[in-house]
């Protein structure tokens, strides 16, 4: 079982105690040299046997010299709520209907969580769909990474996804906010931490329920999203079998005007008190806004940074855009995909959408796509993948992978 504290094993603590790993990370891409094969490696050089003191040969360290490692993607799955509500249900609460928002943006359905659902529930039952597909025992699982903007804990929804699955190494477990490019980040946190962290298996999840955030009134913006989780398991391997050849991570905080979700604080009594304090203690708890967006501003930013991203992480890869089976990109907008995919140009054939039936899930729409389209035998083991998240932040990255 790793840990955060160093590259190896608490199986050698003698040697993790007396001679620090050293680790190189380089950023944005797995291509440091032409002669590491265009994959990242962490390597610990350490000192021969009679170094380490008489009691240790090298029949009995574990610690080689160098270590490479890649990671693979070997397990998937997905969840959704049960209430379906399609365009024409959206047409009995605003002004809309379905050719109008269709037209606009794809969608003709997406699912709303209600009741006594949760959207740690349906993380929970997509993770286990992935650690069966994957056959990784939750005992097994290194580290969870939840990437969520809407967790059901203002601290994180990570550890109680944990331990529903019975994770009984209390394992680290944590949540990533990136809107939705989240899912993306998480994949290369994963990397990370398996290159670097001597991490096994690492538990990916994209979950959100953007629809509590909605205002059902604006027609801008409730048309647009759904609820739902997917999960990735992402795994160790010999470095020949690596999975993820490069990426590219973006932020922009000046475009944050152009979408968002800000805490509106309450009105607060500004009289002044008898000491000439001013009133408003203790604070009233804030709330937050419903999601304020330009979509016109959001479609040029989408257009524009992503393919950038996109032909970043290629070039870093050392592939070309011939190379890719499959363009898999956050569900935001069908235009948006139909876009990208020409700049790049990428036939229909193989670019892979499920935005018709779900609507923007945030986080969770590049997992869920992913999930459906390796169920369905359209994504098969070997087939390389350009995916790409952008979202609030503003964030956006890309990920050139290979499922399997």
Avoid at 232 to 238: E, G, N, S
Wanted: contains cysteine; hydrophobic residues 40%.
């Amino acid at each position: 079982m790793a840990n955060t504290s160093g590259l190896f094993s608490p199986t050698v603590p003698s040697l993790r105690k007396r001679i620090p790993p050293s680790i190189g990370v380089y950023r944005f891409s797995f291509c440091p040299s032409e002669r590491f094969s265009k994959r990242i490696f962490c390597s610990s050089i350490i000192e021969g046997p009679e170094k380490l003191g008489s009691g240790v040969s090298p029949s009995e360290s574990r610690v080689p010299k160098l270590v490479s490692r890649g990671c693979k993607l070997v397990g998937c799955g997905s969840a959704v709520p049960k209430l379906q509500v399609s365009n024409d249900d959206l047409a009995k609460i605003v002004d809309t209907s379905d050719e109008w928002i269709s037209v606009r943006t794809g969608i003709r359905n997406r699912r709303v969580l209600t009741g006594k659902d949760n959207l740690t529930t349906l993380a929970i039952e997509a993770s286990r769909k992935a650690l069966q597909m994957a056959e990784v025992d939750p005992d097994e699982v290194d580290l969870v990474l939840l990437c969520t903007s809407t967790p059901e804990d203002l601290f994180g929804s990570a550890p109680q996804i944990q331990k529903a699955l019975g994770c009984k190494s209390n394992p680290l477990a944590y949540d990533i906010t990136a809107a939705c490019s989240g899912f993306v980040l998480g994949l290369v946190s994963a990397a990370c931490y398996i290159r670097g962290g001597g991490f096994n298996n690492v538990l990916v999840i994209g979950a959100d329920a953007l629809s509590r955030y909605v205002d059902w009134t604006d027609r801008g913006t409730c048309i647009l999203f759904g609820d739902a989780a997917g999960a990735i398991v992402v795994q160790a391997c010999d470095s020949e079998e690596d999975g993820l050849f490069g990426f590219d991570l973006h932020s922009d905080g000046d475009g944050q005007r152009h979408l968002n979700a800000t805490i509106q604080e309450n009105e607060i009594d500004q009289a002044l008190g008898s000491n000439g304090s001013v009133l408003g203690f203790p604070p009233v708890p804030p709330s937050y806004s419903c999601i304020q967006m330009n979509g016109k501003e959001v479609f040029r930013f989408a257009v524009r940074c992503v393919p950038q991203s996109i032909e970043s992480a290629l070039e870093k890869a050392g592939l070309a855009t011939s190379s890719i089976d499959w363009l898999l990109l956050h569900q935001a907008n069908q235009r948006i995909i139909d876009a990208v995919a020409t700049r790049l140009e990428v036939p229909p054939e193989r670019v892979i959408s499920n935005l018709a039936n779900y609507g923007n899930t945030s986080a969770a729409s590049i997992p869920l796509a992913l999930d459906e389209a390796v169920r369905g035998g359209k994504v098969q083991p070997g087939h390389t993948i350009a995916a790409a998240g952008f979202g609030a932040g503003l964030t956006w990255g890309s990920a050139i992978i290979r499922w399997g």
